[in-house]
């Protein structure tokens, strides 16, 4: 089975994007056919294999290649030749962050009916805002941290609008790989914090600090109606886990195990199954968890994990193999006209 | 100011699609510089102003027209004498259900930096979804009537999870226009009606019928930081407006004012300020309502109104051109590529 990679994309996270590509080559090797880079300015390119390393990204902007257009089955190619498709096998949606994760991606590749992995639109919006998370997970019975939402408006009456204390986290309210996150002491931090999370996205979200909470990583899929579990990771962080870090973070061959019960286990797969439902079908996605006096919380949904978090999975390609088997299928719809001809009818 | 008006679509409500564009047609006339065609096969095609009628839709597939691309800027035709880019005015996203209303055209409008009216994609994706609708105006502090939201593997309990009593009123999860809607007064035609309504939406929703229930449409939009309202409409009904009588009804020119309190409109003013919030932003959105012992209750937000709910407002064409120059702007992401080069330093 091939695959190909779509990675890049206008967003905060385009580099990490690339990284991930990178480590997926190395996991995938020659099964990925295309490498579909996607600038800042939204051009679509392949990528030769051979180019698919840091340094040829560093300095991509002097690079000639010729952009290629998303369509019907695939990408367009017009040359002094004429036009021409190139079509794709299975893509695999791996731009984080904008395009990738906010739904945008995934309704080009939708519309046009290029089959891929990846959330779809609905779960792309419902992981990609922080904020529309939370409430998803609640009326799942996923329990959250508590949380106060502002914008441009209410910014200045944060302090008043929250019911905990310091220290909390801020962050923004779409964004992921910790960009523009900070955890906040006292109040004189406040200010700073906020600006940096507002540089990244309209709203901010603001949580309670739990220091020293426990963190447990979960990533799966479903496949056909069997649910297919990484294991347990418990990352390595320090306060958090910045961009940086994160970033570094990608290119590790194997991350360690958690060391947690049985029973803790099964009730973080229980919160995945609850989260992942029917909604992120067609998706490996990796859920973050907190464990507060021994109850599980979701900290956050990523619906497409660094690498997609091969290295957590005992058989990643197998994993892959039959994802692309189960994916969901959009139904055509066929137009009759019939109100249309009605219309003539009468008149 | 020049527009194109974008109808059609893989939606069920394309055909009321057409119709609102056709009547559309008459309120804005030679303002409308193209009319872009999108069949349910996602071929985009430019129609005359003079096939806009239904009886040229009615035999529309036996039409030959050259297909286009949306890309940057505008559509691209491709013909033998090579590429050429139909550069756009301000789009009018008028694809009601489908495409239009669920985030993928407004993906790709935004994706390509084109200009447009309608919804964003995640208001595009909380409205399409009658429950994610409920979640997030719930959250807000706007009621909502009780539900139960239905799927192939809990519809046979359906009776077991209502906390209410017949009669109850059946509804497509993500459907407009009535379709597949059904109100049940006994358990007999509970059956029926759910296959109705499973027929359009792979989730079904279940709320009580209030027999004779005030109904209250409110039109409006964003301009700058100031609210644009229609004035309130008091839709003419008999149980409830089926697909055929919503689909007639397009065409009129004039609703009927409803005759409620001035601190009732207010209330439902306010209502609609709250569920409008930014996340419409760049939309002209009509909230239908239900007033049960004076509380307001939102039933449905209709991202994509039919004909853009133009017979509501008194000076359509000039809200129209104000929100033109009130569109939410997508910044800029730049990329520096300063990790990657990092790496390389570090190497």
Same mark, same amino acid.
């Given at each position: 089975?091939?695959?190909?990679?779509?990675?890049?994309?206008?967003?905060?996270?385009?580099?990490?994007?690339?990284?991930?590509?990178?480590?997926?080559?190395?996991?995938?090797?020659?099964?990925?056919?295309?490498?579909?880079?996607?600038?800042?300015?939204?051009?679509?390119?392949?990528?030769?294999?051979?180019?698919?390393?840091?340094?040829?990204?560093?300095?991509?902007?002097?690079?000639?290649?010729?952009?290629?257009?998303?369509?019907?089955?695939? !990408?367009?190619?017009?040359?002094?030749?004429?036009?021409?498709?190139?079509?794709?096998?299975?893509?695999?949606?791996?731009?984080?962050?904008?395009?990738?994760?906010?739904?945008?991606?995934?309704?080009?590749?939708? /519309?046009?009916?290029?089959?891929?992995?990846?959330?779809?639109?609905?779960?792309?919006?419902?992981?990609?805002?922080?904020?529309?998370?939370? !409430?998803?997970?609640?009326?799942?019975?996923?329990?959250?941290?508590?949380?106060?939402?502002?914008?441009?408006?209410?910014?200045?009456?944060?302090?008043? !609008?929250?019911?905990?204390?310091?220290?909390?986290?801020?962050?923004?309210?779409?964004?992921?790989?910790?960009?523009?996150?900070?955890?906040?002491?006292?109040?004189?931090?406040?200010?700073?914090?906020?600006?940096?999370?507002?540089?990244?996205?309209?709203?901010?979200?603001?949580?309670?600090?739990?220091?020293?909470?426990?963190?447990?990583?979960?990533?799966?899929?479903?496949?056909?109606?069997?649910?297919? /579990?990484?294991?347990?990771?418990?990352?390595?962080?320090?306060?958090?886990?910045?961009?940086?870090?994160?970033?570094?973070?990608?290119?590790?061959?194997?991350?360690?195990?958690?060391?947690?019960?049985?029973?803790?286990?099964?009730?973080?797969?229980?919160?995945?199954?609850?989260?992942?439902?029917?909604? /992120?079908?067609?998706?490996?996605?990796?859920?973050?968890?907190?464990?507060?006096?021994?109850?599980?919380?979701?900290?956050?949904?990523?619906?497409?994990?660094?690498?997609?978090?091969?290295?957590?999975?005992?058989?990643?390609?197998?994993?892959?193999?039959?994802?692309?088997?189960?994916?969901?299928?959009?139904?055509?719809?066929?137009?009759?006209?019939?109100?249309?001809?009605?219309?003539?009818?009468?008149?």
């Amino acid at each position: 089975m091939e695959f190909c990679v779509l990675f890049g994309g206008a967003s905060f996270e385009h580099e990490i994007s690339i990284v991930s590509a990178i480590a997926l080559k190395g996991v995938l090797k020659d099964r990925i056919k295309y490498f579909i880079f996607l600038d800042e300015n939204h051009h679509f390119y392949l990528i030769e294999e051979s180019n698919m390393h840091s340094k040829y990204f560093a300095q991509i902007k002097e690079k000639k290649l010729p952009p290629l257009i998303l369509t019907h089955n695939g !990408l367009l190619k017009n040359s002094f030749l004429g036009a021409k498709i190139i079509e794709l096998p299975l893509v695999i949606n791996l731009v984080h962050g904008g395009d990738g994760e906010d739904g945008k991606l995934a309704s080009l590749l939708e /519309f046009y009916r290029i089959a891929f992995i990846g959330p779809r639109i609905e779960a792309s919006v419902l992981s990609y805002n922080k904020y529309l998370t939370k !409430l998803y997970a609640k009326d799942l019975g996923v329990k959250t941290l508590d949380h106060v939402l502002l914008n441009e408006k209410n910014r200045a009456n944060a302090l008043d !609008l929250m019911n905990f204390n310091f220290p909390f986290i801020i962050k923004p309210n779409n964004a992921g790989s910790s960009l523009g996150v900070n955890v906040v002491k006292e109040e004189k931090e406040l200010v700073y914090a906020l600006d940096g999370a507002f540089e990244y996205s309209k709203e901010v979200l603001i949580e309670p600090f739990i220091q020293g909470v426990k963190e447990y990583n979960l990533a799966g899929c479903k496949i056909k109606k069997d649910f297919c /579990f990484s294991y347990v990771e418990e990352p390595n962080k320090q306060e958090f886990l910045d961009f940086k870090q994160k970033y570094l973070d990608f290119s590790r061959n194997k991350a360690p195990k958690a060391n947690l019960s049985n029973a803790l286990e099964e009730q973080l797969k229980e919160n995945f199954k609850k989260l992942y439902n029917d909604l /992120f079908d067609g998706a490996i996605i990796r859920c973050d968890f907190f464990v507060i006096k021994n109850e599980v919380y979701l900290n956050e949904i990523n619906p497409i994990p660094g690498s997609l978090a091969n290295y957590l999975f005992d058989d990643f390609k197998t994993t892959l193999e039959n994802l692309a088997q189960s994916l969901p299928k959009t139904p055509k719809i066929q137009i009759k006209n019939s109100y249309l001809l009605q219309i003539q009818k009468n008149k």
